[in-house]
């Protein structure tokens, strides 16, 4: 059984930082790429930063510069570095793995972590 557990969300004013984690366990065989996606209150869920095996990373344009995805291949740990947080980054944000089960990729998902942005 995977599962994937995130920490870190919370409540910032504008201007300040948070980082998640999100920390993969269970029985795979290789770990193919991982990511962060969040879904804000009446719209859709949304790519924030990607990060492939071979450490290549993308980020969505409005998170460009500051935001910083990184992996703890070690530990099966993913993060996400949040700066200069604005109040539309108010969202849950939500752990992506793509995970190599014998010969097949599966996505998994985490339970979601809420991060708020106010004064």
């Known amino acids: 059984q995977v599962q994937l557990v995130e920490s870190g969300g919370g409540l910032v004013q504008p201007g300040g930082s948070l980082e998640l984690s999100c920390a993969v366990s269970?029985?795979?065989?290789?770990?193919?790429?991982m990511g962060w996606y969040r879904q804000a209150p009446g719209k859709q869920r949304e790519l924030v930063a990607r990060?492939?095996?071979?450490?290549?990373?993308n980020y969505a344009d409005s998170v460009k510069g500051r935001f910083t995805i990184s992996r703890d291949n070690a530990k099966n740990t993913l993060y996400l570095q949040m700066n200069s947080l604005k109040p539309e980054d108010t969202a849950v944000y939500y752990c992506?793995?793509?995970?190599?089960?014998?010969?097949?990729?599966?996505?998994?998902w985490g339970q979601g972590t809420q991060v708020t942005v106010s004064s």
């Open positions: 990060i492939l095996s071979s450490g290549t990373t």
């Open positions: 269970g029985s795979f065989f290789s770990i193919d790429s």
């Open positions: 992506n793995a793509r995970l190599w089960i014998g010969v097949r990729i599966n996505d998994y």
